[in-house]
């Protein structure tokens, strides 16, 4: 003979061991997705570097003490001497790398230039893998006119060495 009251026990706990299992299962899912970084962000950055129209810009290597190392190409027509270039988590000339003698550049050269990424007033400093993202300034001089120039581009970049 049954109790009235029994079935409805039995219908609770199938229901919480089949929701139970469920939600460990997802748990021990997410825990995996964690460990495997799945969640970090800048694991699926691409490295970027933008300058203002006339210039274009690669990053080949960004070490953990925050030196970068440019590839800079110039499309003008006029030639230029590249008197600075700097690197900054904000757009701020304060720790601008002068360059002397200038670096003259015609139309369709590049030139590769080395300098620091600042995070605020300190070298930016990160690990292998780690995401730096700013503006780069470029202070020139245009050889016919005289004219000085200053641009901005952007930049996000990941540590490659260390």
Known sequence: MLKTGTHKLQSAMEYLMTYGWAILIIGVVLVA?????????????????????GFTCTSDYFYSNGLIVLNIEYTNINPINITQVGCNSNQTTAHIQKYSPPVPMNAGENSTFKTTCYQG????????SSLFTGSIALNYTDTRTGFQNLIYGKIAAKVTSS
Do not use: H
């Open 121 to 128: 007033n300190t070298p930016f400093s990160g690990q292998l």
């Open 33 to 53: 997705l964690y460990e495997l970084n799945v969640f970090t962000p800048s694991n699926y950055v691409s490295p970027l570097c933008t300058l203002p129209a």
